[in-house]
């Protein structure tokens, strides 16, 4: 396939799936944004075509403007919906023409208005549009024009070609007998994924998990788990069930670094949660590598949004962080 073809598919503003492997190769960059279509299609991606074309811009009709320290804000109906902090605007025909502005930069967004920072003067009679320019570059949709994703000049994407985990919390901890995670968990996220790390506990033993909501952990007898523990000498293996903690791993040395992950499913959700956790440790008997595998669940269809970790006994050292997977 020629550059001119691809140039024509381009300029057409559609690309059927024969070019795609071309155009993979190919950096898009549009103002301050490049991003490469090879991070923007699925490689699952069906014999449908796509459309990548300019979006349109967003407009929003101006009822008012008051001048206020070297500002201007602008009444616009449902600003929010519209606009955001650090769109590049364009105010056109208000009376008079010395409120009108090009390539303005919003500072603030309400409501029911924009604010922009060092635009032009005066009182404002009549009339007036603002149109948000090159807030949204490219729109990439599937051949019935629902929009699939979105490039934005400041070099983000947003919709379906988004990353896959959102970081939303990470807390580090000193010495504490336990610590707690409140509201991570919502209806924005089905699934989770936990990171720990432990740099010091004061006490050998089980490390443990509870569910909360309220701010108070969940200690009814509802968890199950299975845990297997290996290293090069043994593998051991067991179960338990009507616990009132999910027992995760159980640390043999006070000393090294113990590395855990969770993957969190469904603790918002009324139905039951599953839980599948990996721990790694340097610290086991004779300098041996540990590692920890634990599925356990909640048998009720609580709504939980957050959690506990904690020792058996003593205190530990360390962070934890919450990602969402995305839908």
Do not use: W
Request: hydrophobic letters at 35%.
């Amino acid at each position: 396939m020629s550059r001119a073809r691809d140039l024509a598919n381009f300029a057409d503003g559609t690309i059927d799936s024969a070019t795609i492997s071309t155009l993979s190769s190919t950096a898009l960059t549009a103002t301050s944004a490049s991003v490469s279509t090879a991070s923007l299609i699925q490689p699952n991606i069906s014999s449908k075509p796509l459309i990548i074309k300019s979006a349109a811009p967003s407009t929003g009709a101006i009822t008012g403007a008051t001048v206020s320290s070297g500002s201007v804000i602008y009444a616009i109906a449902s600003a929010s919906a519209t606009f955001s902090v650090n769109d590049l605007v364009t105010i056109t025909g208000i009376t008079p023409d010395t409120l009108n502005d090009t390539r303005a930069v919003v500072g603030a967004v309400s409501a029911s208005s924009i604010t922009i920072v060092n635009a032009k003067q005066g009182t404002y009679s009549s009339g007036g549009t603002a149109t948000r320019i090159h807030a949204n570059l490219l729109e990439i949709q599937n051949s019935a024009g629902t929009a699939l994703s979105t490039i934005r000049s400041d070099g983000s994407v947003t919709g379906g070609f988004n990353s896959g985990l959102t970081l939303l919390n990470t807390t580090s901890f000193s010495g504490v007998s336990s610590q707690s995670i409140n509201d991570v968990f919502s209806t924005t996220y089905d699934n989770y994924r936990v990171l720990v790390k432990l740099t010091a506990m004061s006490s050998t033993g089980d490390f443990q998990f509870r569910y909360r909501v309220s701010s108070a952990d969940n200690t009814t007898s509802n968890y199950n788990m299975l845990r297997q523990r290996s290293n090069a000498a043994a593998v051991n293996t067991n179960q338990d069930t009507s616990l009132s903690y999910l027992l995760l791993a159980a640390f043999h040395s006070t000393t090294g670094v113990k590395n855990c992950a969770m993957d969190i499913m469904s603790p918002f959700l009324t139905e039951n949660s599953q839980i599948t956790f990996v721990g790694s440790t340097a610290d086991n008997v004779n300098n041996q590598i540990g590692v920890y595998l634990t599925s356990g669940g909640f048998n009720t269809t609580t709504s939980f949004t957050g959690f506990t970790i904690f020792p058996a006994s003593g205190t530990m050292t360390g962070s934890v962080s919450v990602f969402g997977y995305s839908k």
